[in-house]
């Protein structure tokens, strides 16, 4: 055998050897490889999933007379579904959309509460302030602003009491904050329980806690809002509601011919000179929003008006109009810590004491989930509207729901759907009631729009 033979197979042995032994730094190596592709297309599938099965629901309960508002899912960032079906305003016949104001009526609430907690943060009041040191008038010691704010002062819902209210003041008049303050400062309602024992919803201190943030702040409550919340947050649709109407201001120019004059200059020429004057005019339009309605048994138009009552004029505990494209900057406005500290909002989301509720605790405007403490949110139900919005502390998830034609407790049912679907469960959709099976022969005949011949 030649030496060359010998060499090359001397060489291809040891190659061999080397490479039946696994080099012990080889082992050390973990390699991370790209998430398959097949893996990313499940992910985009399972959203589009839920983004479908979303759309169904709430194009199934709209058919069906079960639903007239706006919805908005966000889940984890991503944006799953925003629409808004039906009806803004059935006399102008003025069609909703995503960005209609809606009165979000006890969803008002937590704008409330972070009013206060912004005056909280300025060094302005304290938390465990006596109520009497800003409202002298108030006829109850010891109650504080935290009090005020996670309902455990005892006081009495004034919805409880409205009878007594209306006896007092007659049926003719718009009862404001002030009114209620000054009701009780005369009557002095008994409390429910001693402040501070345990919690009990009551609308009247939320109307005091706007009452406070005027005094404290020195302005209208819904300019505080305006300037220190819907503006910051950038909730261009977003205003308190006012009875005597809301208005836009625009301003326009107009430029108005004065006079003609005809100027003989010389013998070979006469000059014609026009004054102009310029006028700034200040035009008032009104806010367009959703109105409430209920669906009504056996009047043949199906929808009712019921957008307005005698306590209209308070605010605090309702009175914010916003739609769901505002209610997303709302969100983003609380996550990126644009109107609150931290520190803050944890002293908001962290419950005080314990209360009459079954299945959660309440903070200072939102109500905890017991049984999972990341997630808050806040049901409203007022005059035709009935509102929904929960968002998860940790993840970028919201959903609200808000619904101007009276659904009563299908909310829940409403909310618990979609988050079924976020979950990957099966879902069940709400029955109708009797009352929307024996008017959906007028709505489907006077109130029906097929969005399935609308672009998507």
Request: glycine letters at 6%.
């Amino acid at each position: 055998m030649s030496s060359k033979i010998l060499f090359l197979l001397l060489y291809l042995g040891l190659q061999l050897s080397l490479l039946a032994q696994e080099p012990k730094e080889l082992k050390k190596i973990k390699l991370t490889l790209p998430a398959p592709r097949a893996l990313i297309m499940d992910s985009l599938d399972a959203q589009q999933m839920k983004r479908t099965q979303i759309s169904d629901l709430m194009q199934t309960l709209y058919d069906q007379n079960q639903f007239n508002g706006s919805v908005v899912v966000i889940e984890k960032g991503k944006m799953l579904f925003h629409k808004a079906f039906g009806w803004a305003n059935l006399g102008k016949r003025d069609t909703l959309a995503i960005n209609t104001p809606f009165r979000l009526a006890s969803v008002s609430k937590q704008f409330t509460a972070v009013a206060t907690m912004m005056l909280y943060e300025q060094g302005k009041i304290g938390l465990d302030d006596m109520v009497q040191a800003y409202l002298p008038e108030f006829p109850y010691y010891g109650i504080t602003i935290r009090q005020l704010l996670n309902h455990s002062t005892g006081l009495p819902d004034y919805f409880g009491i409205g009878y007594h209210i209306q006896k007092h003041y007659g049926e003719t008049k718009i009862i404001n904050n002030q009114d209620l303050l000054n009701y009780l400062a005369v009557y002095k309602p008994k409390l429910e329980f001693t402040p501070g024992k345990r919690s009990s919803y009551s609308n009247t201190g939320y109307v005091m806690l706007a009452l406070l943030i005027e005094r404290v702040s020195k302005m209208p409550y819904s300019m505080f809002l305006q300037k220190n919340i819907f503006e910051v947050a950038g909730m261009k649709g977003a205003f308190v509601y006012n009875v005597y109407g809301n208005f836009d201001v625009k301003n326009t120019i107009d430029t108005v011919k004065v006079k003609t004059d005809t100027i003989l200059a010389s013998n070979q020429e006469m000059r014609i000179e026009t004054t102009f004057k310029v006028i700034n005019k200040l035009i008032t339009i009104h806010k367009k929003r959703a109105y409430g309605y209920e669906n009504a048994y056996p009047y043949p138009q199906g929808m009712v008006l019921m957008d307005f009552h005698q306590f209209d004029g308070m605010v605090g505990e309702k009175g914010v109009c916003a739609s769901t494209e505002d209610l997303i900057q709302w969100d983003k406005a609380l996550r990126n810590n644009k109107l609150l500290k931290p520190a803050t909002w944890q002293i908001m989301v962290t419950p005080t004491t314990e209360g009459d509720y079954r299945d959660w605790h309440y903070g200072f405007g939102w109500k905890v989930l017991k049984k999972d403490p990341d997630i808050v949110y806040h049901h409203g139900l007022y005059r035709g509207f009935r509102t929904c919005l929960v968002r998860s502390q940790s993840e970028e998830t919201l959903v609200a729901v808000l619904s101007s034609v009276q659904i009563g407790g299908k909310m829940t049912p409403i909310i618990d759907a979609i988050y079924q679907i976020l979950a990957g469960k099966k879902y069940k959709v709400p029955q109708a009631t009797r009352l929307e099976k024996d008017t959906e022969l007028a709505f489907r005949r006077e109130y029906y729009i097929d969005y399935s011949t609308q672009p998507k």
